[in-house]
């Protein structure tokens, strides 16, 4: 008999891979599903992630369960979004046999994490997620604006992504993803992972990334506003704001007026701003009437 009152069993290589081989699984690229078959990995980005009893968290893409099991072992609460349809069907049945104390504490949500409308139970305060790779920094900024009870994170992305996301103006890899995820949060880089903890292993490195909610910079300016400036900064990115900024300004003269408010040299280029720079800018455009 198993005693219900012992933490979560992790997984381990050969679980992953007989939970596998029992749905029938082939991990697939396209939904960038690689599995984490060690536990001490698991352990570690709980660890890193500073979760406690208090806290209900969001995963998203929890497979097979590995990290879930992690979760469950501290959290409070854990709320999974999974998109297959077999692994969310599967998923209860791997919590109750290996953390049947803590089935309770656990939920799972059929859904596409980057269309989400709202997460079932208590507000959330923490995501914790091994982020599929080809749509990472898209639903992480969704579930930051579409949860703001939120108050940290700790995600996996390819190591290339974690370095842009935790980039500060003047970077070589500092763009939308770095100016877009600072509106929400302070974001810095936690830590590397290696390639054999995955099943199958990846051909690309892995990164840790934290974040601790903060306020967006105070504006007139909405959120739709500054994030407009933002891409049209980007789009060109050797380019100065005075020439990349026109299109969405209408005149030379309205992007001149801009920057003026924002007191922000028209030759400056995107990549040396911080979050704040582009809020006033988009203060400045609304102020001098550009086209909305």
Do not use: C
């Not at 810095?188 to 199958?200: D, E, Q």
């Amino acid at each position: 008999m198993s005693d219900t009152s012992a933490g979560p069993r992790l997984l381990g290589p050969a679980e992953v891979r007989s939970l596998a081989a029992a749905l029938d699984l082939r991990p697939t690229k396209q939904r960038g599903q690689n599995f984490v078959i060690d536990a001490n990995t698991v352990r570690r980005i709980v660890r890193e992630s500073g979760v406690s009893a208090d806290d209900v968290v969001v995963e998203v893409g929890p497979g097979l369960g590995s990290l879930t099991l992690a979760l469950l072992e501290v959290a409070g609460r854990v709320v999974a979004i999974e998109l297959d349809e077999r692994l969310a069907a599967a998923l209860p049945a791997t919590i109750a046999e290996h953390a049947p104390a803590q089935a309770d504490r656990f939920e799972v949500v059929l859904g596409d994490a980057m269309r989400v409308t709202e997460v079932p139970g208590p507000p959330p305060t923490a995501l914790v997620a091994n982020l599929p790779y080809n749509v990472s920094v898209p639903v992480l900024l969704h579930l930051l604006q579409l949860l703001p009870s939120l108050e940290r994170g700790l995600v996996m992305v390819q190591a290339e992504v974690a370095d842009r996301l935790a980039a500060t103006p003047g970077s070589k890899v500092y763009g939308v993803p770095s100016v877009k995820a600072a509106w929400y949060a302070d974001v810095r880089r936690a830590g590397s992972i290696g390639r054999n903890v995955f099943w199958p292993a990846p051909n690309v490195d892995s990164g840790l990334v934290a974040w601790d909610r903060r306020e967006p910079p105070a504006t007139t300016a909405t959120r739709e506003q500054v994030f407009a400036v933002v891409d049209a900064a980007f789009a060109q990115r050797r380019k100065a704001l005075r020439g990349v900024l026109r299109g969405l300004a209408g005149s030379a003269e309205t992007v001149d007026a801009a920057l003026t408010h924002a007191g922000v040299d028209p030759l400056a280029r995107g990549e040396s701003l911080r979050v704040e720079d582009f809020a006033r800018i988009a203060e400045g455009l609304a102020a001098a009437g550009a086209p909305a």
